[in-house]
């Protein structure tokens, strides 16, 4: 008999064992179904969530960098914050080389974030930010457009609405060109953002962005405003030299002494996706530790059944050892079926954790869909195939072994 038909033939008496005893083929299966439907569970939910913010970071491009003060919690509770001055700005566009589009934003609160439109009122996350905020962070018109240079020079009030508020608001017809009122003051719609959706919740269409310069007028100039500052790297070869410069000139004009900690952050694209890189692949490597107990306890469990199996059957092996059987087949037998029972469990798993992830991401507003990478599944599966390979060369061997004239005399 060919190799092929052992193994054909190893499969079929393999399948016909495991649905004669259907309901202990599944119990036995419990550990292994267990085990991959956590991993998969965890890493759908991750890869998802990832794939998410990559899709957000996308928008931003890779050469932009951002900075926004940063205060240690001990500060924070004595109420000492750390802020960016226009100063700052001044300073980063006339001293510092291999930088773009330095623009820079700010929070709109209060009554500044209140609108009206026709009597009726809704509020929304309201931001002063540069005309070169659109370029930077991929924040572009689907109608109208965005603010010009000459809009922030003339310190205009022409506002864009995400599309969000367009519907808060209830404004019939096109948008562009009505007028609304932010706090007290009359604003003429000029763009309508391309929609974004929402992220961990936070609806990003629900926001209105005005020129900064106006935003710094209707603040009064007496006030230090909170602001974040961003710009393009002009060649990324040299980034770390900016990134240098950058705390040079940040820290002089802070007046920090040369042991003092930094009271800013600069972050990139990258650097967040790095950051979010590593926190996902914490939790693969403990979702993985999960899964690999689990899989150890499956696997002594299938162990046992087998051993088991094999005491039950030892008449049957030595009928087909008397029929002339050798010692290959019934090895393959039984390890094809320990294999099968492993791969049953991890396909139950699979569906099982595939199936959980969907209902924990359906639950949470603004959770981004589950998704299932490739190499989870083949890895799930595969790991599963060793596993039985593993547990199952045991009692495989242990029945190979058998003498056909002992196994016949078995009671």
């Known amino acids: 008999m060919s190799n092929n038909a052992i193994l054909a033939e190893s499969l079929r008496a393999a399948v016909g064992a495991i649905r004669a005893h259907g309901m202990r ?35 931003m491009g890779t050469n932009v960098l951002s900075i926004s003060p940063y205060t240690p919690l001990k500060d924070q509770i004595t109420g000492n914050f750390a802020r960016l001055r226009e100063e700052d700005v001044d300073s980063i566009r006339g001293s510092v080389s291999g930088v773009a589009n330095v623009t820079v934003s700010t929070p709109l609160v ?11 009122k809704a509020s929304a996350i309201a931001a002063g930010v540069g005309y070169a905020y659109a370029d930077l962070y991929g924040a572009y018109t689907d109608k109208g457009r965005f603010f010009s240079k000459s809009d922030e020079q003339s310190r205009r009030r022409v506002t864009v609405l995400g599309k969000t508020v367009v519907s808060n608001l209830k404004i019939v017809g096109d948008p562009i060109g009505q007028y609304l009122q932010l706090g007290q003051e009359w604003f003429k719609v000029i763009g309508v953002l391309e929609e974004r959706g929402k992220f961990f919740g936070f609806d990003q269409d629900d926001q209105i962005l005005i020129p900064y310069s106006t935003a710094r007028a209707l603040q009064g100039f007496v006030s230090t405003p909170n602001l974040n500052i961003s ?17 040079r000139v940040l820290r002089r004009n802070h007046g920090l002494a040369k042991d003092a900690p930094d009271d800013f952050e600069l972050q990139t ?44 059957r030892t008449r049957e092996i030595g009928i087909l050892k008397a029929l002339g059987a050798t010692r290959a087949h019934i090895l393959w037998q039984f390890l094809a079926e320990a294999v099968l029972l492993c791969l049953l469990g991890g396909m139950i798993g699979l569906a099982l954790g595939y199936g959980l992830a969907l209902a924990v991401t359906a639950m949470i507003p ?31 061997i242990k029945a190979a072994n058998l003498h056909p004239i002992d196994a016949l005399r078995y009671e």
């Open 25 to 59: 083929s599944v119990l036995t299966t419990l550990g292994i179904v267990i085990g991959i439907a956590s991993v998969i569970a965890v890493v759908a939910v991750v890869q998802g969530l990832t794939a998410s913010i990559d899709k957000q970071l996308a928008g």
């Open 110 to 120: 209060g009554t500044l974030s209140t609108l009206s439109y026709q009597g009726r």
């Open 231 to 247: 710009m393009a790297i002009t060649d990324l070869g040299q980034q770390d030299k900016v990134v240098e410069q950058l705390k």
């Open 269 to 312: 694209a990258k650097q967040m996706q790095e950051r979010i890189g590593a926190i996902t692949n914490t939790t693969t490597l403990v979702a993985a530790g999960v899964v690999g107990v689990s899989l150890l306890v499956g696997g002594i469990g299938i162990m046992n059944i087998m051993l088991v199996s094999v005491t039950e």
């Open 366 to 396: 603004g959770m981004p869909a589950a998704t299932v990478p490739w190499w989870a599944i083949a890895l799930s599966l595969s790991f599963s195939a060793f596993v039985g390979v593993l547990f199952g060369i045991l009692p495989a």
